[in-house]
């Protein structure tokens, strides 16, 4: 008494379900604004979770609140979404972004400022540059740094000024093969 058959591929809705849903909706709505501040968003979220309940109602506690159990599927829906929009990259449309959020540096200016750099390192003393990495890359302190090296801190302080000193020139010299003069060779 409590199914009816809806179409001849055997669905059939349980009026009890029905009777305990509908009443529902307005204020999965009203929760759903809340939660997602977009109209469409939060309609969609309210279709999901009646789409959940609906096919998952077998699993449902008899002697539980089907309202809480409604607005729980629709919260977790809600906390899923959020989180997924929030590791997403913001959709703006194409007419309405701005120009200067296109502008970036040149990926290849990033990876010759960096081979200059692994190379200006690689002119370094030892000594300067083992400071240099322990205190900047490593995040050392001074004290930390000359107990590892074994040298007061007054040296690793030098050290340190030296090698700052001497891999900014090195960064802001011309390329070696712009500073050489250029090699000619006469050919007969």
């Known amino acids: 008494m409590g199914e009816a058959r809806l179409s001849s591929k055997g669905d059939t809705v349980n009026y009890e379900m029905v009777r305990l849903i509908e009443p529902q909706i307005p204020a999965l709505r009203r929760y759903a604004r809340a939660l997602m501040r977009e109209r469409a968003a939060a309609d969609d979220l309210v279709q999901d979770c009646l789409e959940r309940a609906i096919s998952r109602w077998h699993q449902r506690r008899q002697g539980d609140d089907s309202r809480a159990w409604m607005f729980t599927i629709l919260h977790n829906l809600a906390m899923t979404r959020l989180r997924r929009a929030s590791q997403r990259p913001i959709h703006i449309a194409l007419d309405d972004a701005d120009a200067a959020n ?87």
């Open 102 to 188: 296109f502008a970036s540096a040149a990926r290849q200016e990033d990876g010759l400022r960096h081979r200059d750099l692994v190379n200006a390192l690689a002119q370094l003393p030892d000594e300067q540059r083992t400071v240099l990495l322990l205190v900047t890359v490593e995040e050392l302190s001074y004290a930390d740094a000359a107990q590892v090296l074994g040298v007061p801190i007054g040296t690793v302080m030098s050290r340190l000024s030296r090698a700052r000193e001497r891999l900014a020139k090195l960064m802001a010299a011309e390329p070696r093969t712009a500073r050489q003069s250029p090699h000619l060779r006469s050919v007969k």
